[in-house]
T-cell receptor, first 116, second 114 residues
Framework: GAVVSQHPSWVICKSGTSVKIECRSL??????MFWYRQFPKQSLMLMATSNEGSKATYEQGVEKDKFLINHASLTLSTLTVTSAHPEDSSFYIC????????????FGPGTRLTVL | GESVGLHLPTLSVQEGDNSIINCAYS??????FIWYKQESGKGPQFIIDIRSNMDKRQGQRVTVLLNKTVKHLSLQIAATQPGDSAVYFC???WGSGGSYIPTFGRGTSLIVHP
């Protein structure tokens, strides 16, 4: 149980285009989802925390107009990288948490974004 | 956690040896800690967790030690195997219940030689 999927697993796009990444909790309802970015050989950096039905909370330095997050249902959150540039190339990972007193996060397999 | 953005330290061990991976955390208010294993190109996998009211917790072949005085965590892997080769991250959490916000440490790359 507690499986989180991401789609696509990898994407290559041209500079200036927008890319949408989906994060789904397959067998549980996630009240909170997190989006992380990871550059090669570095740690996971939290970008934003998303609660179902409300606006995402972005970490300092993360542009909310560039990284649009929508958590429209208890099983789906999307991250849209708008007007992507080569410096946005990274590994994007989501995680989902059931909520309440359960603190455990379940991570997706990640999405590799390459912007040409 | 440790500074994000720096390159990963590496620990090399021989198959069968015990491995100890260390992590310093930053927030004295953190009260829930998790160790994750991340293989190349994949998301993190949960290994073991510990709450601040404990100083040791054991799992299968893994033990986590918590020293709140010096804000230090360690992960011990017994009889390390080639399949244990991966990057290991600690994550600290603070907040309350469902409002926990996780922060990852810089990670350690474990290389197990057969």
């Amino acid at each position: 149980g507690a499986v989180v999927s991401q789609h696509p697993s990898w994407v290559i796009c041209k500079s200036g285009t927008s890319v949408k990444i989906e994060c789904r909790s397959l067998d549980f309802q996630a009240t909170t989802m997190f989006w992380y970015r990871q550059f090669p050989k570095q740690s996971l950096m939290l970008m934003a925390t998303s609660n179902e039905g409300s606006k995402a909370t972005y970490e300092q330095g993360v542009e909310k107009d560039k990284f649009l997050i929508n958590h429209a249902s208890l099983t789906l959150s999307t991250l849209t990288v708008t007007s992507a540039h080569p410096e946005d190339s990274s590994f994007y990972i989501c995680s989902a948490r059931i909520g309440g007193s359960n603190n455990e996060q379940f991570f997706g397999p990640g999405t590799r974004l390459t912007v040409l | 956690g440790e500074s994000v953005g720096l390159h990963l330290p590496t620990l090399s061990v021989q198959e069968g040896d015990n491995s100890i991976i260390n992590c310093a955390y930053s927030n004295s208010a953190s009260d829930y800690f998790i160790w994750y294993k991340q293989e190349s190109g994949k998301g993190p996998q949960f290994i073991i967790d510990i709450r601040s009211n404990m100083d040791k917790r054991q799992g299968q072949r893994v033990t986590v030690l918590l020293n709140k005085t010096v804000k230090h965590l360690s992960l011990q892997i017994a009889a390390t195997q080639p399949g244990d080769s991966a990057v290991y991250f600690c994550a600290e959490n603070w907040g309350s219940g469902g409002s926990y916000i996780p922060t990852f440490g810089r990670g350690t790359s474990l290389i197990v030689h057969p």
